[in-house]
């Protein structure tokens, strides 16, 4: 019972017992609800230093199920009254940035048939720069292409 917090890289579900979660990225849309229920809703969020005014605000604060886009890494406090019932989810976000070829990650697999395939249990990675084509091995290990 609480706050859900779902987006496209975290899916909490109504057995989600936490008041903490993990796993989200920064520009990603995260869509909250609470469990249970209830007729009225008033939602509140505190932000990490350096979110710019505006930009990770929720959208809907009275609605069942508001929205919001965190614009920076950190914790952001979220509440909710729910009836007369109060509930807080931290929810933890992480920056997605590529700043070379070796630090690829959470992009799509290559489907292109001009690329070797990777050997088994590696994963192939790219990014809309032609020279960031990358392979990730399960040991964590990343290679160019």
């Known amino acids: 019972m609480g706050i859900l917090a779902n987006s496209?890289?975290?899916?909490?579900?109504?057995?989600?017992?936490?008041a903490v979660s993990t796993g989200y990225v920064t520009g990603e849309q995260i869509t909250l609800s609470v469990n249970p229920t209830g007729t009225s809703y008033t939602w509140g969020a505190s932000v990490p230093a350096g979110s710019a005014p505006g930009r990770s605000r929720l959208l809907g604060t009275s609605d069942p199920s508001p929205t919001f886009v965190p614009d920076v890494a950190g914790t952001y406090l979220i509440t909710c009254l729910v009836d007369s019932t109060s509930y807080v989810l931290r929810a933890t976000v992480a920056a997605l940035s590529v700043s070379d070829s070796t630090q690829v990650i959470r992009l799509s697999p290559v489907g292109d048939t001009t690329v070797p395939p990777p050997a088994a249990g590696v994963s192939l990675y790219f990014s809309s720069d032609a020279n960031a084509l990358v392979t990730k091995a399960p040991d964590g290990t990343v290679t160019p292409v």
């Not at 496209?8 to 936490?18: I, L, R």
């Open 8 to 18: 496209a890289s975290v899916t909490m579900t109504s057995s989600s017992s936490d």
